[in-house]
């Protein structure tokens, strides 16, 4: 069963305090979430890569292989992220925009949504009622993840972003992918185009399940090991941060 602890309070000295007051944002703290394996019970970009080979949209044999492979480096830490994006986005440069989207939306339909579990709702539902400024920060990329986030009611995502030309994706990412030490840089440049910074919240909560995370983790005051793996679990224990299961 999941084990979900109850949220710290705002204020540790006024336990009653209201939450605050929309346009308050000095009272508002700050809760990010990574997506795959802690929100949701799967991987998002492996399983749209499956997604793609079920429709025949790559070359079946090959494209799992390399998808396998990825996967196995990920939770290995061993990953070259350029390497995997390139392999990654590499069919959203192959297709219309249009058809891209069609795609994605029954990928929502049949694949995201029946995943989704009540306590990873509710999780997400009770840092926005506390007034928090929530965002999902992922290293898989926009295109995948946009539709994902609007699921759990999150208007903010960090996620890599995708280089377009001409109206189509090019099959490069943009920017710094958010992965590690990417992921605190391009939240401080999301942060700094709300003109806000890590030193305006008493509080921030990261919720992830991997050791691939650390970097953010060690950046927010609450970090919290969620259906860790296994080097997560070992770190959380030794270094005493919170640890919950939204699933199995």
Same mark, same amino acid.
């Given at each position: 069963?999941p084990t979900?602890?109850?949220?710290?309070?705002?204020?540790p000295e006024?336990?009653?305090?209201?939450?605050a007051?929309?346009?308050?944002?000095?009272?508002?703290?700050l809760?990010?979430?990574?997506?795959?394996y802690t929100?949701l019970p799967i991987?998002?970009?492996?399983e749209?890569?499956?997604?793609?080979?079920?429709l025949g949209?790559?070359?079946g044999?090959? &494209?799992?292989r !390399?998808n396998?492979a990825?996967?196995?480096q990920?939770?290995?830490?061993?990953?070259?992220i350029? *390497?995997f @994006?390139a392999?990654q986005?590499?069919?959203l440069?192959a297709?219309?925009?249009e058809q891209?989207?069609?795609?994605?939306?029954?990928?929502?339909?049949?694949?995201?949504r029946p995943?989704i579990v009540?306590?990873a709702?509710?999780l997400?539902?009770r840092?926005r009622?506390?007034?928090?400024?929530c965002?999902i920060?992922?290293?898989t990329?926009e295109?995948?993840?946009r539709p994902?986030?609007?699921?759990f009611?999150?208007e903010?995502?960090?996620a890599?972003?995708?280089e377009t030309?001409?109206?189509? &994706?090019t099959g !490069?990412?943009l920017g710094?992918?958010?992965f590690r030490?990417g992921?605190v840089?391009?939240t401080a *440049?999301? @942060?700094?185009?709300?003109?806000r910074?890590?030193?305006?919240?008493?509080r921030?909560?990261f919720y992830?399940?991997s050791?691939?995370d650390?970097p953010?983790?060690e950046?927010?005051t609450d970090?919290?090991?969620t259906n860790p793996?296994a080097?997560?679990?070992?770190?959380?224990r030794?270094?005493g941060?919170?640890?919950?299961?939204?699933?199995?």
């Amino acid at each position: 069963m999941p084990t979900v602890t109850p949220l710290p309070d705002r204020n540790p000295e006024a336990p009653g305090a209201s939450p605050a007051a929309p346009g308050d944002l000095a009272h508002f703290d700050l809760a990010l979430f990574d997506l795959d394996y802690t929100l949701l019970p799967i991987d998002s970009d492996y399983e749209w890569a499956r997604f793609l080979i079920r429709l025949g949209v790559v070359d079946g044999a090959e &494209y799992d292989r !390399r998808n396998d492979a990825f996967f196995e480096q990920y939770h290995a830490g061993t990953l070259d992220i350029l *390497e995997f @994006l390139a392999f990654q986005l590499a069919p959203l440069a192959a297709h219309p925009v249009e058809q891209l989207d069609a795609w994605r939306e029954r990928f929502v339909d049949e694949v995201i949504r029946p995943r989704i579990v009540d306590a990873a709702r509710a999780l997400v539902d009770r840092h926005r009622a506390r007034g928090d400024l929530c965002a999902i920060v992922t290293a898989t990329n926009e295109f995948v993840t946009r539709p994902i986030a609007d699921e759990f009611g999150i208007e903010h995502l960090v996620a890599t972003r995708i280089e377009t030309a001409d109206g189509r &994706y090019t099959g !490069r990412p943009l920017g710094t992918p958010s992965f590690r030490e990417g992921k605190v840089q391009r939240t401080a *440049e999301w @942060l700094a185009s709300l003109g806000r910074s890590w030193s305006g919240f008493a509080r921030s909560h990261f919720y992830s399940d991997s050791a691939n995370d650390v970097p953010l983790l060690e950046r927010v005051t609450d970090p919290v090991a969620t259906n860790p793996d296994a080097r997560l679990a070992a770190l959380a224990r030794e270094r005493g941060w919170r640890t919950m299961q939204l699933f199995e």
